[in-house]
C-alpha cells in the first residue's frame, strides 16, 4: 500500500459512507448535511479547507474577475455590507449606553428601529 502525502487526508469507513449518501441527497439540504458535518468531523473540515486553499491557489485573481464582470453583485454586496455597519454601530452604541447606565436597555431598544 502506497503512502498517502500530508495533504491528503485518508477518510474514514464512517465518512466514506457519507460521501456516498451526500450524492443522492436533493440539493437544497446538501447545504445543512455540509454544514453540520464541518461541525462534527475534523478529518472533514480539515480537507475542505485544504481543498479551499488549493483552489484558491490555483485562480489568484477569481474574485477580482468575477467582481469585474459582475457590477450587481458589487452594488448588492457593498449595500448589504453598508447596512450590517449601521446595525453594527447602533448595537455598539447600546452596549455603551448600557454599559454607562445612562439608559435602560428598553427605553434604547425603543428608539431603535431594528
Known amino acids: 500500500m502506497q503512502a498517502l502525502p500530508d495533504s ?8 466514506q459512507s457519507k460521501v456516498l449518501l ?7 439540504q446538501k447545504t445543512g448535511l455540509a ?3 464541518m461541525q462534527k468531523d475534523k478529518a472533514y473540515r480539515l480537507n475542505q479547507k485544504d481543498a479551499q486553499e488549493r483552489w484558491a491557489a490555483k485562480r ?6 468575477y467582481r469585474k464582470q459582475h457590477p450587481e453583485y458589487v452594488k448588492r454586496n457593498r449595500e448589504k455590507q453598508q447596512r ?3 446595525v453594527n454601530r447602533g448595537l455598539s452604541i447600546i452596549a455603551d449606553q448600557i454599559a454607562m447606565k445612562k439608559h435602560s436597555f ?5 428608539k ?3
Open 35 to 37: 454544514a453540520k458535518e
Open 60 to 65: 489568484p485573481n477569481y474574485w477580482r474577475n
Open 84 to 86: 450590517r455597519n449601521q
Open 112 to 114: 431603535f428601529d431594528f
Open 8 to 15: 491528503v487526508l485518508p477518510i474514514s469507513p464512517k465518512s
Open 22 to 28: 451526500r450524492s443522492r441527497v436533493p440539493k437544497g
Open 106 to 110: 428598553a427605553d434604547i431598544v425603543l
